[in-house]
């Protein structure tokens, strides 16, 4: 690449001699004469200083030291009588002496006069000057100005020698010619030859590099951990929003899907359970609730859910005893008492179921869900005040209970009761 560049240096330094060269000789023939008018300054003539005046009398200098003497002056002129004609007096003319500059003269006038024949150079040169070609040549300011500049000597490149070529102008174009031809065959050479791989630089033992490298030998590289794919907290959360959409099959497969990941997963058995559950799956619920109870004995909400589905399926035993490990979890949980007191009521124990009712609702006194369930027990039990004054305060809380109540067999005491119906059509209005 270096050699390219040097011959295309060369190559322009060649071309802008040869382009001076043919300057020169376009400046050292004879310009072109034609017929466009050409204004030529007149011949000027030595100027010879004028003769110096003798001294006439009375001009000569009074010597220092000398008196003035009053010089008679020169009689004025007497007045020209009124009427008198005046007399023309012819002065002698007199010549200017050569060269004397007389402002009563004109000047001549510039000579315009287009030039039909091209004298030679010689010639021109001296007429221009002024002066014949034998004698000294005046300085010329436009002459000069056409003469032509010499032309500079070109720099070699940098990095190089200059050819030791002696050529004239004729052999100029043969001498460019070889030394180009030469460059460019060596270029070629060059390029064809393989090109030799530049040494690398080795830092020292002792440079800093060479410390590091040292330093970096003994440390082993960590693995990669390969990607292990998704976890099973990822199918887990997917699984949840389908669940809360009401999709509950796609809930499943995630579930599933978490649970393949990592089988100890309580919470993959206890959702999964959740979903089978709403699908109408009991059977397989009720195997992921035991799982989860499995892994996990005293989750009080797996232990109410698989109560719920026991009830649901009207397995009052199993469902009390769910119910009855959750509370001993939880004592404090209204919803399981209110479930309990449902197995207890629809187990053929309304007492039980009332008592359940009641500590919910005092517990929480804005449950409508134990309200009723103690008016729906105490109903059961004949106490019509009781199941009257809980009832009320359940539609209060929640007026939808009325449709329910409307049909509800466990308050089949209360039918036909004016009160229990205005009740009913105050809670529809509203």
């Known amino acids: 690449m270096k050699k390219l560049l040097r011959i295309l240096l060369l190559v322009a330094l060649v071309s802008a001699v040869a382009a001076l060269i043919v300057r020169m000789r376009k400046r050292a023939e004879p310009a072109t004469w034609d017929s466009t008018p050409v204004w030529h300054p007149p011949a000027v003539e030595p100027v010879a200083p004028p003769a110096a005046e003798e001294p006439t009398p009375g001009d000569e200098p009074i010597p220092a030291g000398a008196e003035a003497v009053d010089m008679p002056m020169a009689p004025e002129p007497e007045p020209v009588a009124p009427g008198a004609r005046d007399v023309e007096v012819e002065e002698p003319a007199v010549e200017p002496s050569a060269g004397w500059f007389d402002?009563?003269?004109?000047?001549?006038?510039p000579h315009f006069a287009p030039v039909t024949e091209r004298p030679s150079p010689p010639e021109a040169a001296a007429a221009v000057r002024g002066s014949s070609p034998g004698e000294t040549p005046m300085f010329d300011p436009i002459v000069e100005a056409l003469k032509p500049e010499p032309l500079p000597t070109p720099a070699p490149p940098v990095g190089?020698?200059?050819?030791?070529?002696?050529?004239?102008?004729?052999?100029?174009?043969?001498?460019?010619?070889?030394?180009?031809?030469?460059?460019?065959?060596?270029?070629?050479?060059?390029a064809a030859a393989p090109a030799e791989p530049e040494p690398v630089a080795t830092a020292p033992a002792g440079s800093l590099p060479g410390i590091i490298e040292e330093a970096l030998a003994d440390v082993m590289p960590q693995p990669v951990a390969p990607f292990a794919g998704r976890d099973a907290e990822s199918y887990l959360d997917e699984g949840n929003v389908y669940f809360n959409v009401g999709q509950y099959a796609l809930a499943i497969e995630r579930y599933t899907r978490a649970l393949e990941t990592d089988p100890r997963l309580t919470a993959g058995y206890y959702n999964r359970a959740n979903a089978r559950t709403r699908a109408g799956e009991y059977d397989a619920a009720l195997s992921d609730y035991d799982q989860a109870l499995l892994l996990q004995p005293n989750d009080a909400d797996a232990l109410n859910n698989r109560g719920m589905l026991h009830l649901y399926r009207a397995n009052y035993d199993a469902a009390l005893r769910d119910f009855d490990q959750a509370l001993a979890a939880d004592p404090a949980d209204t919803t399981v008492m209110v479930n309990r007191g449902l197995a207890h009521l629809h187990g053929g124990d309304?007492?039980?179921?009332?008592?359940?009712?009641?500590?919910?609702?005092?517990?929480?006194?804005?449950?409508?869900?134990?309200?009723?369930?103690?008016?729906?027990?105490?109903?059961?039990?004949?106490?019509?005040?009781?199941?009257?004054?809980r009832l009320r305060r359940?539609?209060?809380?929640?007026?939808?209970?009325?449709?329910?109540?409307?049909?509800?067999?466990?308050l089949e005491a209360l039918q036909g009761d004016n009160e229990f119906l205005k009740?009913?059509?105050?809670?529809?209005a509203r």
């Open 423 to 428: 009740m009913l059509r105050d809670a529809g």
């Open 103 to 109: 402002p009563a003269v004109p000047a001549p006038a």
């Open 394 to 410: 359940a539609l209060q809380i929640d007026p939808q209970y009325a449709r329910e109540a409307a049909g509800d067999p466990k």
């Open 160 to 190: 190089t020698s200059p050819p030791q070529v002696t050529a004239t102008e004729d052999t100029l174009p043969e001498v460019v010619g070889r030394a180009i031809e030469g460059e460019v065959a060596a270029a070629i050479e060059s």
């Open 350 to 389: 309304p007492s039980a179921a009332l008592v359940d009712f009641q500590e919910a609702a005092f517990l929480d006194a804005e449950d409508a869900a134990a309200h009723y369930g103690a008016g729906q027990a105490a109903a059961v039990l004949g106490n019509k005040a009781e199941a009257l004054r």
